[in-house]
């Protein structure tokens, strides 16, 4: 695959950066091409040699974003033959510190349910694929669906409420108190133990004690 011409990666650097402006103040279905061309000061006609439409650029940059966020909190912890996946919740919190709005966006607009939606299906395959690559064997009485649903809507509530309150709390004191939060006989027993963790270093440790 041939290199991205310069040119191309700025101009959608700069209309992603115009994206993350405009949700600042307005809702998926409010922005248009005349907005971000504007803010991103681009001309109609380069936004349209890149995107077919304004739906599309949505389309692309929510998913993008999805992508991006697990790409910062996921960890591949590699211990002999396996790897496992963990969830790094500092680096969560990072994240969401560089990026309130979109999560703000994520987490409460109607026109984003089937970004959350995939937002909750991604998590969702991380914490199977742990429970796999672990070799640790779930002996959880509870079913699987309604842990991992509490799992993953008590991960972004929590997140919730942590952007209502304006980021008082430091990201560390988030992370550290939502692992505590996690890290119960429920968890352990589904195998889950390690999974979500503080910070990547402390990887090695809870498997082992896992």
């Known amino acids: 695959m041939g290199k991205i011409d310069p040119r191309v990666i700025k101009t959608r650097r700069k209309l992603k950066n115009a994206f993350l402006s405009l949700i600042a ?49 996921i960890f591949e912890m590699k211990q002999e033959d396996k790897v496992y996946p963990v969830l790094s919740l500092i680096h969560v919190f990072d994240y969401v510190n560089d990026r309130p709005d979109f999560f703000t966006v994520l987490l409460k607009e109607s026109d984003a349910i089937e970004y959350q939606n995939m937002f909750s299906n991604k998590l969702y395959h991380y914490i199977e694929n742990y ?26 509530g929590y997140i919730d409420q942590w952007l209502k309150d304006g980021k008082i709390y430091a990201n560390r004191y988030m992370a550290e108190n939502l692992e505590k939060l996690l890290t119960s006989e ?13 910070d990547e270093n402390d990887v090695i440790n809870k498997l082992s004690n896992g």
Do not use: C, W
């Not at 959880?140 to 008590?154: A, C, D, Q, R, T």
């Not at 429920?186 to 503080?198: D, I």
């Open 25 to 73: 103040t307005r809702k998926l279905s409010e922005i248009n091409v005349k907005d971000l061309t504007q803010t991103a000061e681009v001309t109609r006609g380069t936004f349209y040699l890149h995107y077919k439409d304004k739906d599309t650029f949505i389309q692309v940059m929510m998913e993008g974003l999805i992508d991006e966020f697990f790409e910062s909190a």
């Open 131 to 156: 429970q796999v690559t672990s070799g640790i064997v779930s002996n959880s009485k509870v079913p699987k669906e309604l842990l991992m649903n509490f799992l993953i809507y008590g991960v972004l």
């Open 186 to 198: 429920l968890t352990s027993e589904a195998g889950l133990h390690g999974f979500f963790v503080t």
